[in-house]
DNA sequence: CCTTTTTGTTAGCTTATACTAACCTTTGGG
DNA sequence: CCCAAAGGTTAGTATAAGCTAACAAAAAGG
């Protein structure tokens, strides 16, 4: 199953919101990025047929291995774009934005390249 | 009327072969980007309405002021983020490709700070 | 215990963006 | 001069990703 966009996302917000409080259900994704219920049960739905994440009985979403490691090569990136953005004097606000666009733009070969070429 | 990265990305298009070959047509959008003739049809139709390009009697696409200030934006990112991505070890066929996405990813604010950041 | 709130799902809609199949023009060579 | 090719449009379909309205089930607490 093939994971876009907006299902990258979800699994980045799902490794920040367990660092940040541990357990996370789908109402905290709810709260912390702004769609609505129903898009929400969607997209957990979709993660969870394409083996990215499973649900508890307590309805905690629990990444997979696979989970795990997409959200945290999208998080990488998330950091990588704002650090980069906020040293040429973006705000920070609009520098996260940017980020979190950017992120899903580009291929792992070409963000691993241009991470050690800047940061290396 | 909204403009949207497709709409971005047929823009850079005719800026591009306009450069490269003069009048442009329809049908050479069509040769140069891989859409099928009704897509480049009903997106020019948009453009058009949109008030981005002019079809003149030759069937010719004519950006307008706006159209061409838009177009030559995204091609400005474009050129830059190739750049950076083959000066990082990115062959060039994936640094265009990925150059492509981050274009319309990113504000034209972060844009200018990150371009006067990386190239002075 | 019963009611309200919280949480999640179903059903159905919207929009951006692509596609194919089929059709209509215009144009240009034999 | 006619027929084929080239160029472009119409109609209908698909998919990713969001939405609202309405419902269902579970938890919480007076």
């Given at each position: 199953m093939a994971l876009y966009a907006s299902g990258e996302d979800y699994l980045e917000a799902i490794l920040v919101l367990q660092r940040k409080m541990g357990a996370v259900r789908s109402v905290d994704l709810d709260r912390h990025m702004n769609f609505s219920k129903p898009s929400?049960?969607?997209?957990v739905g979709l993660l969870k047929k394409g083996g990215f994440?499973?649900?508890?009985?307590?309805?905690?979403?629990?990444l997979t291995g696979l989970g795990r490691e997409v959200a945290e090569q999208i998080y990488e990136r998330h950091q990588f774009f704002t650090r980069q953005l906020i040293a040429a004097g973006v705000d920070e606000k609009l520098a996260e934005e940017d980020a979190c666009?950017?992120?899903?733009?580009?291929?792992?070969?070409?963000?691993?390249?241009?991470?050690?070429?800047?940061?290396?």
């Open positions: 929400i049960s969607n997209a994440l499973e649900v508890d009985g307590n309805g905690s979403l629990l666009k950017i992120e899903h733009a580009i291929s792992e070969e070409s963000f691993r390249k241009w991470k050690a070429e800047l940061e290396g």
